[in-house]
Structure formats: structure tokens, C-alpha cells
């Protein structure tokens, strides 16, 4: 027999201690003057080696009595090793959407079945359908019937899968198990994306087994559309808006596909694609919203691959208002800085407007090239401590000395001026990490003929050096803003970077980098939780279903989804997973072994964490039966008589 | 006293309890008893006129002397005096015993019995009947000479003023004390607790009958003693011996019950079989009616 809680148990003992003791001092003091003596001496001497007998009884029953409620506090049990299954098993099923691989989903899906089909009462089993989380079936359970309906239901998945945490919560869930022998069976595909976070030098739970089952035929050949997005915001209706499209062929084989392009349903765009084997192809196609409304495209690409969702791709649009900058002075010839966010009256990106109180006060980005007045200064110092941003751009005078020694900056102008060259950029850096895969022309080519040395304090971060070793581009928090210095003034006489083919991508970054804060983002993967408020209604796009989503909410299935609230209206895409699309498989001799314990298993009692009454027969009630008998002996015993 | 009407303060104990003296207690009882009469308790057995007295209600009618009527428009009774060459002997314990009085009681068993005993004195000598008072410890005490004078009244009274002080009493030795002083065809009344072995006092008992004399027991208890309803554990100490004892009442208390009711059983058969009249009086009920017992005794005797 066991004790669940065995604190209880020596707490009440302890409390028995000074009861009995009390129990057993208890004597009257008081003189109680009473004259009929003669009939009390034949009674009381004549009981007296009995009552001494029965005060004994009387005292062992009360004891007696605590110790059987201080049992039945303590719960104990008898484990029913009757009924500890021979066996318990854990299957996991990899649910990540490379399963679906048309050459093997439903042999491992009748694998599955199988081992399903083999359990019953002394074999239970409990299901994992490993996807962004786990999914647990509700208890291990001989019944395979509901086991095989729990998988049926999660199949097929689409979102992708890490093993490592479902790993440790069977291995968890099978130390709870009194079963003999402990296993845990996986079912993946042999891809290698799912073990990148498993540590394998932390083994399972002794006596744990585990097996990964694998189809016969591994890989797939698989296509798929790795990226669909706007190239410029929707900010007006009937204005067209580029998409570009990405297509790849993972495999080795090569694939003739038709991509098709649907907005509510309608075909807007369709091309046929051969793709040779590994081929990477973009595509841009253009498409004018008639509504300044939230509206999803889906794009389809068909064909015979063994691996369907990937080959869907959604995108939302939601109007967007362009950012406003707020600029001042002006640039000797072109104003590349101008002409950089306004390339053409129709191609803009930003609405550029002078410095005055009021465009600085609303302005998502300031530009500051000359020294503003002492109100539009203090102005840009407030917006900044908010937590706006602002981008200097030197220019040598004392005033803009002063201005950026308010901020900690000291600046003063070189004895000799020589040229210049980036000498460091920090492409980790997020304003600089986009251009790390973009192949134009080099930064380190670009020249400066008249820079400042620039002392930046401590807290700001220097992302770009010049060749003599003074800051070229540096950032400044400031309270809750940032502040941007670019140690030129940018325009042909104090560099060539204007027109060089990385400036206007530059200067567009870095307002996107700037703007990009607050924005809410619309393009979610499978797996990703949504942020919605209370009220929020969400409406399936492709199904007009509509529900009110739990919290937190993550999308079942990619598609694009409409969220309502009373005075908003935003539409999101939910796109599979794109890195489960590539066929990586693990290489042949890779061993789980060394995840399996050496250690011989221990069969270790059942504590307050763990212990679960359905593990063994209790004897609650008994104890709680036998402590009323107790009591109710004692009262008659004793009659309220303590001594 | 006329003027007190049958009432239940008259069955108050708690009340009698509160009365300042003894005097004061035995005329409230004698009052009590008489205003629960329907009709004069004596007539006077002789022939011999004594005085005159106003009708009142209750008298018999043939008391009435109608001749005295006719003359003065006026209802008269005569009284004529009554002879009767009767004792009555009282006799109180005054052991250590006596002295209990329980929580649930308003007063000692001794100043019960002594109230009792004041009121048949009074009653006595309201009636002219000839009393003498003993008390009764080791052997029988301070008993007086019978007679029925205002002197030996208030002698008997002024006894009475004195506390229960003998460590233990022989009712037996008392009683044989008695036998030669007492007068043939007199009554003798006991107020005791009786803690004695009742086959003691069957010899004394057997001799006073055969003096023809009749004898009342009086057993005044406190509800206590009757009944040992105890709750708590008891250090217990006797009155008389001063012994102590510890015990749980919860566990003697069906002994108890058994021995003192066997033991009141004794003596009230002992008292059928010795055609004595006994009583039980336990000291929260009322002893008016002990004086009714006499007189029915007393009538008998008639």
C-alpha cells in the first residue's frame, strides 16, 4: 500500500502527540463537596479495574480514531498491478505538410493504422500529432477505434513540425505509465527540417524505447511557389500594383506547371512555366484593385508534383496611406534625396513635405538637411524623445555643430580632407541585412570628399566607417526615438553615392525601416498566432466561413482570411511553411539510438505530482468507514467521559 | 395570615429560601397550608365552651351557634377546648450531610428540614398539640421535655438556630436513645437523609410501634443526590469523613441511580412493613404537603 500524501500522514501524528497527551493529564482539581459517598464507594470500587480497562479503550479508540482520518487524508492506495498494461507506446505522427507527399502519405497512414489497430487494454497507446504544437489525444487507451479516428482527423497536416519538444513531452507522458515496457514510435519522412532543434546528447527516460518508421521510398518531387508579394503599397484604387512571384522546382525532374492567379475567384493571371530540375523563376504580373478595400489574391500552380499545399500561395492587400516625410533644405543640382522617395509623380513612395511645425508634428520621417529654426528644433527633438525618427544629413556649420552636440555628438571638420570609401558596414545590421543577398554595385566602391569627424556617444551604434575610421552612418537612440546621422550631406560635391544603383535602395530601406515600427503585419505562416482583439470577426475567405477566434489564434489552413472589428476591416494571408518544401532528406546513417537512455529503468512510487487514483484501487472510503465505526464506539464508550 | 390566599409562591422554594428567619419561614408554610384547606383541620373533641369567634368560610355549618344568630343578627362559631394528652416528637439530623446544597437546589437539606420543622411547630402549637424537639447525631441530643406552652415553643424555635455540625449520625442510636422518654400513643416525626443501613433502624422502629406510637420519616434529599446528574469529572469529597475521590459521573451514574433508589426502596418498605408513614422530600419541591401528611396521620389517630 501506498501513500499519496504522505505529509498528511506524519502531520496528523504529530497533532496525536500533544492530544493523547492532553488526554491523558485531563484530571478534575476542583473539590466537588458531595454527601451520598456510601453508594458511590460500592459503585466506584467495584467498576474501578474495569473503568481503568475502559478508559484505556476509550483512549486507544480516540487515537485510533485520529490516525484513521489522518490515513484517509493521506489517500492511500494499492496500485492494481493487475491491471499495469505490459505495454504503453506513444505514436507520433510528423504532421508537417512534406508527409503529404503523394508517394507515401497513405502507406504511412495504414502504418499508423496498423499500430493503431494492435493496441487494446494491456497495450494502451496515446497519439502526438506534431505540428507548429502538439497535439495530445485525450489519455493512453487500448481503444483503437477512437485512436484511429483522433489521427484520421489531424490528417493531412500542413503547417511544418520540430520533434524535439513533442519528443520530451511523450517521453513525459510515458513516465506517468506504469507499463513495463515504454516506447515511442514516430512516423516522419526521413526529412531533415523536423530534428533541427533535437538535443541528442539529452536521452529519453530509462527504459524508454523509441523508433522512427520511415517510408520505403523517401524524397519527393515537389514544386512549389516559395513567394508571392506587392512590390508597392495599394493606396489607390484602379492604380496597378506589381506582384512579383516566385516559383522553384526542388526536385530533379523537371516539371511543366500553369500558374494561375485568382482574386475573388476570377482568374487574373495565368502563364505557363517549365521548370528545370532545382530552377529558381520570378515572375511579376500587375493587377488594379477597382475598390479601396482589404481584398486577398491566391496564386495556384499546377501541376503533377508530389506535394500539393505548397504549391497555393496567398496574399492580402490592405489600402495604405504613403508615409510622409518632412524635409528641408535643398541640394546643389538634382535632389537625389527628393528624387529618391518621388522618382516620378505616379512611382512615389512617400509624400515629401517642408519643415513647419504642423508637417513635422505628423510626419512619419523627418529629414533634416539645414539647421532648423529654434521651434521646429525643439519640435524634432520631442517627436524624437516619442519615439519618431529623424535622419541628419551633415553639412558643416557651427549651427549644426551645436545641433548635434544637443544630442551628444561632437563634430568638427577634418585639417585635410582626402577621399573616402565605405571601409565597414554592419550587414547585420536591420537597416543593412536586405542588401546582404542584393547583387548591385558594391557600397565599398562608393566616394566621399568631405566628411566630418563625428565622436558618437555611448549608446549609439555605428553601422557604416569610413576608410579613416570616422563614422559614416550611425544610429542614435534617443529616449524612445532614433536618430539616423549619415556623415554627408549627400549631394555631388561631398559624394558620388546619389547616383550609384544602392542609393535610392538605400534611402528606401531605411524610411521602411523607419515606418515599418508600427506596422501591423498581414502575412502570416501556418502555426504563427494572430493578433485580434475581443470583437473580432474572422471570415474564410475561400469557404465565407465565419467564426470568432479563440486566443490565441492561429489559422488552421493557409488561405486569406478577413478579420472584421466594428471600425476596421483588414485582410491576412496564411501561407504554408515554405522550408518544408524543399527535400532535404537525413543522411543514411543517421541513428537515433543515442536518444535512448542505457540506464535500466526504475519503477519509481507515485508521488503528489504524478499520482492519479486510476493507477490503483483506493482506500479512501474503507478508512473513512472504519474512523465513523471509531468515533461512534468511542462515543458510545465513553459518553462524553474524558480521563 | 388570613388575608394570604392559596397561591403558587406558597410552593416556592426558592422563596421560602429568601424568607429572613426561621419564625418567618414556618408561618409562610403553616399559611400556605392552611389556605389549601376546605375546612378546619380539627374540631375540638370536648364538650367544654371556650369562646366565640366570627363565621368563616370553611367552618361547618353545624358549628354555628344559631342561637347567637338569632340575638345579634351575627354568625358565630363556638370553639370548645380540646383535649388530648398527645406528643409529638420531632426529631432533626444534624449531620455534616445534611448541610449539601447542589447548584440546581435554593437551599441545604438542613435548612429545608429546619423550615419544616419550625412550621410543625408553629403548626403544633397553633393547635395546642404538646411537641418536643431532638436532634439526632452520634446519639439522640438536646431533647426537649414535651408541652405545648408559648415558653416551650419558643425554646423549641430558639434550638432550631444552630448549624448541622456532627461529623456523622446513628438514627438507630437516636431512636433507642428515645424509646425511654417517649409517652405511648405519641408521634414521633424524623427529618433525616437516612444514610444509614436501613436494618438498623428496624429494632428501634419495631419498639416505637409497639409503644402504639406512630412514626413519620421524613427523607429529605437534594435533587442531586437523587438523581447524580454530573457532567464533567469530578474530584468528589464527603461531607461527614472528608474523604475524596475521583470519578467520571458518566461511568457511576447508572450505579448510582441503582443503589440510592434500592436504598429508598429499603426504607420506604421498611416503613409499609412497620406501618410507619414515610415521605420523600426532595429539597426543590414544596414541604407544604409533609404537613398534610401529618395531619391525615393525625386524623387517623383520632
Request: glycine share 4%.
Amino acid at each position: 500500500m501506498m501513500l499519496a500524501f504522505t505529509g498528511f500522514m506524519f502531520g496528523a501524528i504529530g497533532l496525536t502527540v500533544p492530544v493523547i497527551l492532553h488526554l491523558i493529564r485531563r484530571k478534575p482539581t476542583e473539590i466537588t463537596k458531595f454527601p451520598a459517598f456510601m453508594f458511590l464507594r460500592e459503585s466506584v470500587v467495584a467498576k474501578h479495574a474495569r473503568n481503568n480497562f475502559r478508559k484505556w479503550i476509550i483512549l486507544l479508540l480516540r487515537c485510533l480514531a485520529f490516525l484513521l482520518l489522518s490515513a484517509a487524508f493521506a489517500w492511500p492506495y494499492l496500485p492494481n498491478f493487475a491491471k499495469i498494461p505490459k505495454s504503453a507506446t506513444v505514436l507520433l505522427w510528423d504532421n508537417s505538410f512534406s508527409m503529404t507527399s503523394k508517394s507515401y502519405f497513405n502507406e504511412m497512414k495504414s502504418s499508423a493504422l496498423k499500430k493503431i489497430s494492435e493496441t487494446d487494454r494491456s497495450n494502451p497507446m496515446l497519439i502526438g500529432i506534431i505540428a507548429g504544437k502538439t497535439s495530445w489525444s485525450p489519455k493512453f487507451t487500448g481503444d483503437s477505434a477512437s485512436l484511429a479516428e483522433f489521427l484520421k482527423k489531424h490528417l493531412p497536416g500542413e503547417s511544418g513540425s520540430r520533434f524535439d519538444a513533442a519528443l520530451r513531452e511523450a517521453d513525459a507522458r510515458l513516465e506517468e505509465m506504469p507499463g513495463k515496457k515504454k516506447k515511442i514510435i514516430l512516423f516522419t519522412d526521413r526529412q531533415k527540417l523536423p530534428w533541427r532543434d533535437v538535443v541528442f546528447t539529452h536521452p529519453l527516460s530509462p527504459g524508454v524505447g523509441f523508433e522512427v518508421l520511415t517510408p520505403k521510398k523517401t524524397g519527393f518531387d515537389n514544386i512549389a511557389i516559395t513567394s508571392m508579394k506587392p512590390l508597392s503599397p495599394f493606396i489607390n484604387a484602379g492604380e496597378k500594383i506589381i506582384f512579383s512571384i516566385d516559383v522553384q522546382n526542388f526536385s530533379k525532374k523537371q516539371f511543366d506547371a500553369e500558374l494561375k492567379i485568382s482574386a475573388n475567384a476570377k482568374v487574373v493571371f495565368h502563364e505557363n512555366i517549365f521548370l528545370n530540375p532545382m530552377e529558381k523563376k520570378s515572375l511579376m504580373f500587375g493587377f488594379a484593385p477597382r475598390k479601396l478595400a482589404p481584398f486577398g489574391l491566391n496564386a495556384e500552380l499546377v501541376a503533377d508534383d508530389d506535394i500539393s499545399c505548397d504549391n497555393f500561395r496567398f496574399v492580402s492587400l490592405n489600402p495604405e496611406k504613403l508615409p510622409e516625410v518632412a524635409i528641408n533644405g535643398k541640394s546643389d543640382g538634382f535632389d537625389f534625396v527628393r528624387l529618391a522617395y518621388q522618382t516620378s509623380g505616379e512611382n512615389k513612395v512617400a509624400e515629401l513635405v517642408p519643415f513647419s511645425e504642423k508637417n513635422i508634428e505628423n510626419a512619419d520621417f523627418i529629414i533634416v538637411r539645414e539647421i532648423p529654426n529654434t521651434a521646429e528644433r525643439k519640435r524634432i527633438e520631442k517627436i524624437v524623445e516619442n519615439g519618431g525618427d529623424a535622419l541628419i544629413l551633415w553639412r558643416d556649420s557651427p549651427r549644426m555643430r551645436n545641433f548635434l552636440l544637443h544630442f551628444g555628438i561632437k563634430a568638427s571638420v577634418l585639417p585635410y580632407q582626402h577621399l573616402v570609401r565605405f571601409e565597414t558596414i554592419d550587414f547585420d545590421h536591420p537597416l543593412f541585412k536586405r542588401f546582404r543577398n542584393v547583387k548591385i554595385g558594391g557600397f565599398f566602391e562608393i566616394a566621399f570628399f568631405s566628411t566630418p569627424k563625428l565622436v558618437m556617444p555611448a549608446n549609439s551604434t555605428i553601422i557604416a566607417e569610413y576608410s579613416n575610421g570616422f563614422p559614416a552612418i550611425a544610429v542614435l537612440r534617443h529616449k524612445k526615438g532614433r536618430l539616423f546621422i549619415i556623415a554627408s550631406s549627400l549631394d555631388r560635391k561631398s559624394s558620388n553615392w546619389t547616383v550609384h544603383s544602392s542609393f535610392l535602395p538605400f534611402m528606401r530601406e531605411l524610411l521602411r525601416f523607419s515606418t515599418a515600427a508600427g506596422k501591423e503585419s498581414s502575412t502570416f505562416a501556418l502555426g504563427q498566432i494572430v493578433d485580434t482583439s475581443r470583437r473580432t470577426r474572422i471570415t474564410d475567405v475561400k469557404t465565407g466561413n465565419s467564426f470568432s477566434p479563440a486566443k490565441p489564434f492561429s489559422p488552421a489552413r493557409a488561405g486569406n482570411y478577413m478579420l472584421k472589428n466594428k471600425s476596421d476591416r483588414k485582410m491576412i494571408s496564411v501561407n504554408v511553411p515554405i522550408e518544408e518544401s524543399k527535400n532535404r532528406l537525413l543522411p543514411e546513417n543517421f541513428k537515433t539510438s543515442q536518444l535512448i537512455s542505457m540506464r535500466h529503468s526504475v519503477m519509481e512510487k507515485a508521488d503528489m505530482d504524478s499520482f492519479s487514483p486510476e493507477q490503483g484501487r483506493t482506500f479512501w472510503w474503507i478508512i473513512l468507514l472504519f474512523a465513523a465505526l471509531v468515533i461512534l464506539s468511542e462515543l458510545l464508550l465513553a459518553n462524553r467521559t474524558a480521563l | 395570615m388570613s388575608n394570604i390566599n392559596l397561591s403558587s409562591e406558597f410552593f416556592d422554594t426558592e422563596l421560602l429560601s429568601r424568607l429572613p428567619n426561621l419564625e418567618v419561614k414556618a408561618r409562610f408554610l403553616v399559611a400556605g397550608f392552611l389556605a389549601g384547606l376546605h375546612k378546619t383541620p380539627f374540631r375540638g373533641s370536648s364538650v367544654e365552651f371556650k369562646e366565640y369567634r366570627d363565621y368563616q368560610p370553611g367552618d361547618e355549618l353545624k358549628l354555628i351557634d344559631w342561637k347567637a344568630y338569632a340575638r345579634t343578627d351575627r354568625l358565630h362559631v363556638k370553639l370548645r377546648e380540646e383535649e388530648t394528652n398527645m406528643t409529638v416528637n420531632l426529631l432533626v439530623d444534624k449531620s455534616c450531610s445534611m448541610d449539601y446544597k447542589s447548584r440546581t437546589a435554593s437551599m441545604t437539606k438542613w435548612d429545608y428540614s429546619r423550615a419544616l420543622v419550625a412550621a410543625f411547630l408553629l403548626f403544633l402549637h397553633k393547635q395546642r398539640d404538646a411537641a418536643s424537639l431532638g436532634f439526632v447525631g452520634r446519639t439522640l441530643e438536646e431533647l426537649t421535655r414535651g408541652g405545648a406552652r408559648a415558653s416551650h415553643y419558643r425554646r423549641m424555635m430558639a434550638l432550631l438556630h444552630r448549624d448541622a455540625d456532627d461529623s456523622e449520625s446513628h438514627l438507630a442510636n437516636s431512636l433507642n436513645s428515645l424509646l425511654p422518654a417517649v409517652e405511648m400513643r405519641s408521634m414521633i416525626l424524623v427529618f433525616s437523609d437516612f444514610y444509614e443501613d436501613p436494618k438498623a433502624l428496624k429494632a428501634p422502629l419495631s419498639h416505637l410501634r409497639h409503644l402504639k406510637c406512630e412514626v413519620l420519616l421524613f427523607h429529605i434529599l437534594d435533587p442531586m443526590e437523587i438523581s447524580f446528574d454530573f457532567d464533567e469529572p469530578l474530584l468528589l469529597q464527603e461531607l461527614e469523613s472528608e474523604d475524596k475521590m475521583r470519578l467520571s459521573p458518566d461511568l457511576v451514574r447508572d450505579d448510582y441511580n441503582e443503589s440510592i433508589r434500592r436504598h429508598i426502596d429499603d426504607i420506604s418498605s421498611l416503613c409499609v412493613a412497620r406501618d410507619c408513614e414515610y415521605l420523600l422530600l426532595d429539597t426543590t419541591v414544596s414541604p407544604i404537603h409533609a404537613l398534610g401528611k401529618y395531619i391525615s396521620k393525625r386524623r387517623f389517630m383520632q
